[in-house]
């Protein structure tokens, strides 16, 4: 039987895939935090701050979905 042209992608492309996935995904998440306190009167400072915390809250349930999935999977 033959095989495609077709390969899985190496471990460590896969991971810089979802690393960059995590941090766009996470990015977006705090500019659409960041822009609905500014509108609700926040000063910039405490935007800016909860821009932060939304992006790692963001960040670690996807390094953490992406763990629970490789741990399953094996």
Known sequence: M??????CPS??????RW???IVLFSTLIAACVAASKYVT????ADA??????AF?????LCFAAVG?????RN
């Open 2 to 7: 033959t095989t495609s042209g077709t390969s």
């Open 11 to 16: 471990s460590s492309r896969a991971w810089a």
């Open 19 to 21: 690393l960059l996935i």
């Open 41 to 44: 009167g926040t000063g910039i």
């Open 48 to 53: 800016i701050l909860f821009a932060g915390a």
């Open 56 to 60: 790692g809250a963001t960040a670690g």
């Open 68 to 72: 629970a999935v490789t741990a399953l």
